[in-house]
């Protein structure tokens, strides 16, 4: 008599126990679920962010080669050494642009040594302060065709490498 | 002998006939009081589980159509960044006064709008700025700047 009793005192409850593990396990995939949907969404905007870092860079270089453009080296010093730096605002971002000459000379067919006017463009966040190596999104080298009067005929691209 | 031992078959079937009257009222009185007991057990089972398959399945379903909406944004983000290449491609082939052409074909579903839509060569003094926008199957829009500039 006594056996039983204490059997079914035992069973009470059973179900609900097993219910409410049932709730707790299915709290635990909707909360894995979520995690995920919430990951990928983070995710995404990170490399949305990184991308238009990137083509406000690509277009703060741009503006920098247009305006160094303008400077107009003189005939005999084309390569004087020169730095410059410019600001550019694209897609939300301050972007600024440390440009410096880096000459260097060629030798044409008929065995004269003409002077090269290449330029280095890094573009990096404008955080006022001049960008180094850690934080240039952007380097360009960039190299400008000079009439004898010192005008800038025409631009080539050398190098343009996405570092970040 | 033998007289001994019907007397005890019989006294023995007395005593288990007798024992089986009792265990029988006994699990007539256990099943009914199982009976109550489950039944309210069950309901509040079948209650909770329903929610908990309700929040599951709505769970599911929001993930189905997160994971939906971010496969089409990262379609949107890779279409725009093609058309912002093939637009800065057709600008390095410019001169002081003449145009670019930009050939590029949207795949299905999306659509590429650049603004301004005129396609003039910048000056060499400036850069030209062009906001391109992408806009996908289900109208997620995106938007991006670029500059061209005359080489």
Redesign the interface.
Known sequence: ?SA?ASH?HED?????I???G??VM??A??AG??G??TS??NN?GS??AI??RQ??A???I??A??QV??VKASALGACALDTGTAT?T??AYAIRVDWQNACGVVRTFDGLVVAQRNVIFAACLDTGTACTDSSTIIRASVNFEQGAAGA?T????QSWSVNQ | MTLVAKGAAVINRTCHRSHRRTSLSTRKRQRGLDVGETLIEIVLTVVIIGISVTALLSGLATAGSAGNNQRISVQTDDVMRNYAEVTKAAARGCVVGGSYVVSFGAPKGFTVVSSPADTKCPDITSTKLVTLKVTGPTGIAKQMQIRLRTP
């Open positions: 008599m039983p079914r009470r409850g059973a179900a609900l097993l219910a409410i049932f709730v299915i709290g995939i909707s679920l979520m995920l949907v990928s969404v995404r490399l949305e991308r238009d083509y406000a690509d277009g703060a741009e503006e080669v247009t453009r303008q550019s694209l897609d800038v025409k631009t080539y691209v």
